[in-house]
């Protein structure tokens, strides 16, 4: 079942449940420049686009934000594009060079740590993100206004009871899990400069968003 929550104001959330407690998310910012952060799977796209809908129409997409190259990520790009051509991807110099070899032609605009790009009132901020498996340079983006961190595959809430949003305490919630950065020198890195962020909210990628607020 795909169901759409908004979050904060401009922010929502869309959200499939799996069997086992598992589920994924995509977000949706609306501003000047309306942008979905991950497409879904293949098989996922006709639900969330019905969700995605409900909000905005897809024509009036200009960026798809992809953490990293993985199905849940961007298998669906295919699918946006073929409503929106115009649509420009965000994303890292390798999944760039993914999109291409898999034949998901794109206009990318690469992004790199430490770059900002402004959305219109809000502006997202990029950090290195080492994804799994071959440890591929991915990204994160942090959202400013709000304070929100797309966290991709880091801190995976399982269950859904409670609703959209989970409340819980910063240093519980910014540890990564060793299995979600397998070398010790990145993961640190990767955690250092996540908690040196001033972040309300994550909008995970698996899972409930976690409301850091005091």
């Known amino acids: 079942m795909t169901q759409l929550d908004e979050i904060t104001t401009g922010l929502y959330r869309i959200n499939t449940a799996m069997g086992g407690g598992f589920s994924f998310n995509q977000f949706l910012i ?3 420049k309306n942008t979905l952060v991950h497409t879904g799977s293949a098989p996922q796209f006709s639900s969330i686009l019905e969700k995605l809908s409900e909000v905005i129409n897809p024509s009036d997409l200009s960026y798809i934000f992809v953490s990293h190259f993985e199905s849940d990520e961007c298998g669906a790009l295919g699918e946006f594009l073929k409503l929106n051509p115009a649509i420009t991807v965000l994303a890292s110099a390798v999944t760039a060079r993914q999109l291409s070899g898999f034949g998901m032609p794109a206009k990318v ?3 790199k740590p430490g770059e900002s790009l402004s959305l219109g009132q ?3 901020r990029f950090i290195s993100y080492p994804s799994e498996m071959h440890l591929w340079e991915g990204v994160l983006a942090y959202e400013s206004k709000d304070k929100v961190l797309f966290s991709s595959d ?3 809430v399982r269950g859904s009871e409670g609703g959209p949003i989970h409340k819980i ?3 519980e919630a910014l540890t990564i899990n060793p299995r979600s950065i397998l ?3 990145a993961r640190q890195k990767c955690e250092d400069e996540i908690k040196a962020l001033d ?3 994550v909008a995970v990628g698996h899972g409930p968003v976690l409301d850091l607020t005091p």
Do not use: C, Q, W
């Open 122 to 124: 809000r502006e997202l």
């Open 154 to 156: 880091l801190f995976v």
């Open 199 to 201: 972040i309300s909210l």
């Open 183 to 185: 070398a010790d020198e």
């Open 109 to 111: 605009e690469t992004v």
């Open 30 to 32: 609306l501003d000047e």
């Open 169 to 171: 305490g910063a240093a």
